[in-house]
């Protein structure tokens, strides 16, 4: 597997920024399509990107990562965003810390917050679950099922089992597929025999399809079921083959793709992909995308911020940290301070 990482590059007092991307990840693309953009509206005095994109690395290689971020050190850096493996983030995480770079990431991560560089754009875990047991609640269910996949999958709706069993609802907890076979029927089939018609399913986006698929195999698919989806991609799919099934099914998300601002930003994005459908193209767009574009605009923005406020450079001595030095980037808590309490509108 590759590990693909996009840098960009100072020229003159321009701040280089580190994007870090695994598996041909699709984000790359939106980062490229973010900095563009971010490029193309600035105002006349603005920090200007440029991008530079390489492959080296597999996912959860720490220690090449290690290496990889120091490398970039020494050429100067304002910002990290990524990657995806938990292992090669939390490395990347303790050389931002001690650098007091800011480290962008926008995946789930179940782990409480701490101290340090660290932005997440993904929605906090917590205040996620809340908004799974206000959909429950508001449907006055008295019992459901939970479906999960794997462990993580169990932690992202543990707060919801509790939230709904201190308010008197009976639930059950069962895993998709222990052995990760691909085969959800034995599991499914023993849950039909319990008379369960509610079900709250946690699953990888590319599972979606086939576990609900199964469903309809075994019988669990008429009017007499309703299912809600916790996955955030859910409007990525093509749901159409279950829709004369009777069967409720409901997602959330955070993309609305009937906002006109996300079919723009979706038409640009995916303009050279003939996979995708023109009429549709704002639904394909996943909530990773949108959070990694939505930023690297905030992160931009707040450099700027930073350069107004600061009579200090913001790229001194082309901002060039030592890995083994004591030195750290002085701006650093001062951007992360400003990305933790910006607020954007909302166009998504």
Partial sequence: MSYTYSVFFYVNHVPTVVGIFENNDPLEKAFHYASNTVNSNQQEDDFTLVPLVNNQLIENAPFPALNNVCSFLNVGVVGVFGPSSRLNAIAIQSICDAKEVPHITTKYNHFAPRDGTEINFHPHPPTLSMAYFDVVMAWEWKSFTVLYEDNESLLRV?????????????????????YQTGNYRTTLKQIKTTGEKFFVIDCQIQNLMEVLLQFQQVGLMSDQYNYFITNLDTHTQ?????????????GIRLVNPE????QKVSRELYAD???????????????????LIDAVHMFSTALNDRKKQSSVPIVNNNNILQCNGSDSWEHGYSVINLLRTMLIENNS
């Fill in 259 to 262: 906002r006109e601002f996300v």
């Fill in 238 to 250: 093509e749901l159409t083959p279950f829709q004369y099934a009777g069967a409720n099914i409901t």
């Fill in 158 to 178: 543990n707060t919801l089992i509790q939230l709904a069993k201190e308010r008197g609802v009976l639930v059950s907890v069962q895993q998709l597929d222990k």
């Fill in 273 to 291: 992909d003939d996979s995708v459908f023109p009429e549709l193209v704002a639904w394909y767009l996943s909530s990773e995308t949108a959070l």
